[in-house]
T-cell receptor, first 114, second 112 residues
């Protein structure tokens, strides 16, 4: 019963470096999301996907890219890391729009850009 | 634009007290509202999910209510324990969207 799995758990990047945050779910959920959480703040939506091959921007997409080639995986790419991207990143999934399902979250990736 | 507000931002209570956390939202057109718990440095754990047609949900010592017309939800914690110390987040899923909108959370500390 893995649910939503995120890797890595921690990462330190230098300014200008690139990396991919991995997210995979084993619940056959169509909807997947990437959020970031800054200290003392709520979660802000970066990108989301309603199914394989379909992605859309959230509230704070600048500096990030995503792809959704399979139902299970939804990686988040940072191309040129900046200090403003220091945050905790959460991946989440849910089954259907508007149906009686809540969201399942991963345990997060704590990213520091120095 | 849907906005979610949680009051208070922080709360400190002695063990054994019953307490209420508040969540308000600006647009009543929602599919559901979900309460989460977040421990320091950890992910989010879902506590309760209330559908737009429901008035409340209960799980153990937790009871969440929803008044959609007034844009309010409360999370009631009975007989609080030190293990309840965490940040509690509420989030709504607006109708017509595929997104979850979060409040900024209430940081709860229960001391022995």
């Amino acid at each position: 019963n893995a649910g939503v799995t995120q890797t890595p758990k921690f990462r330190i990047l230098k300014i200008g470096q690139s990396m991919t945050l991995q997210c995979t779910q084993d619940m056959n959920h169509n909807y997947m999301y990437w959020y970031r959480q800054d200290p003392g703040m709520g979660l802000k939506l970066i990108y989301y996907s309603v199914g394989a091959g379909i992605t859309d921007k959230g509230e704070v997409p600048n500096g990030y890219n995503v792809s959704r080639s399979t139902t299970e995986d939804f990686p988040l790419r940072l191309e040129l890391a900046a200090p403003s991207q220091t945050s905790v990143y959460f991946c989440a999934s849910t089954s259907e729009r508007g149906v009686n399902y809540g969201y399942t979250f991963g345990s997060g990736t704590r990213l520091t850009v120095v | 634009k849907q906005e979610v507000t949680q009051i208070p931002a922080a709360l400190s209570v002695p063990e054994g007290e019953n307490l209420v956390l508040n969540c308000s939202f600006t647009d009543s057109a929602i599919y559901n509202l979900q309460w989460f718990r977040q421990d320091p440095g950890k992910g989010l754990t879902s506590l309760l999910l209330i559908q737009s047609s429901q008035r409340e949900q209960t799980s153990g010592r937790l009871n969440a209510s929803l008044d959609k017309s007034s844009g309010r939800s409360t999370l009631y914690i009975a007989a609080s324990q030190p293990g309840d110390s965490a940040t509690y987040l509420c989030a709504v899923r607006p109708r017509g969207t595929d997104k979850l909108i979060f409040g900024t959370g209430t940081r709860l500390q229960v001391f022995p």
